[in-house]
């Protein structure tokens, strides 16, 4: 149990083009999502946190309009990079954390590697 | 705000040895849970143990254990017996207990060889 998915795995877009990637809980239903990026050889680092039917909180530094984060359901959150440009190239991992259960559990997602050409 | 150090950007160990990987943490808090995640090269990031910081009792999960000195802010992981499938990116992470905040503060990360 406890399964988050992203989709896709990895995506090639164009410079200025927008691309959207999926985080899903498959088999539980998650009130908080995470989203993280993580640069080749670093750690992760966190972009926002994504609350079910609110607004999402992005951290400092990171681009609001550029990265917007949409949390519709208990089970899914997507990430659209919009405009994206050559340094948004990077690993974008989720995490999602379960409804009613110990609040330390969270459960990553496999990862999307974006390339912008 | 919380910080996670693991000093060791890189460490080896032959097959069925013991290694000890280092990290410390800052916090203001009193109680927090803290994470070892294991990232094989597929970049799946793993679970490999949990910590809450209000338990005396060192945690163990088969081959991996910690030794946790709250007093220290310190939270080294022990691998025994090591296999070559241990080999991986492993992180050291943060939580606090409360609603607020619930995302990770990861650490650098130390990249464990596994030799045969």
């Known amino acids: 149990g406890a399964v988050v998915s992203q989709h896709p795995s990895w995506v090639i877009c164009k410079s200025g083009t927008s691309v959207k990637i999926e985080c899903r809980s498959l088999?539980?239903?998650?009130?908080?999502m995470f989203w993280y990026r993580q640069f080749p050889k670093q750690s992760l680092m966190l972009m926002a946190t994504?609350?079910?039917?609110?607004?999402?909180?992005?951290e400092q530094g990171v681009e609001k309009d550029k990265f917007l984060i949409n949390h519709a359901s208990l089970t899914l959150s997507t990430l659209t990079v919009t405009s994206a440009h050559p340094e948004d190239s990077s690993f974008y991992i989720c995490?999602?954390?379960?409804?009613?259960?110990?609040?330390?559990?969270?459960?990553f997602g496999p990862g999307t590697r974006l390339t912008v050409t | 705000a919380q910080t996670v150090t693991q000093s060791q950007p890189e460490m080896s160990v032959q097959e069925a040895e013991t290694v000890t990987l280092s990290c410390t943490y800052d916090?203001?808090?009193?109680?927090?849970?803290l994470f070892w995640y294991k990232q094989p090269p597929s970049r799946q990031m793993i679970l490999v143990i949990r910590?809450?910081?209000?338990?005396?009792q060192n945690a163990t999960e088969n081959r991996f254990s910690v030794n946790f000195q709250k007093a220290a802010k310190s939270f080294s992981l022990k691998i025994s017996d090591s296999q070559l499938g241990d080999a991986a990116m492993y992180f050291c992470?943060?939580?606090?207990?409360?609603?607020?905040?619930?995302?990770?503060?990861f650490g650098p990360g130390t990249r464990l060889s596994v030799l045969p």
């Open positions: 916090t203001s808090e009193s109680d927090y849970y």
């Open positions: 992470a943060y939580r606090r207990i409360d609603n607020y905040g619930q995302n990770f503060v």
């Open positions: 910590q809450e910081a209000y338990k005396q």
């Open positions: 994504s609350n079910e039917g609110s607004k999402a909180t992005y």
């Open positions: 088999d539980f239903q998650a009130t908080t």
């Open positions: 995490s999602a954390a379960p409804l009613g259960l110990v609040p330390s559990e969270q459960y």
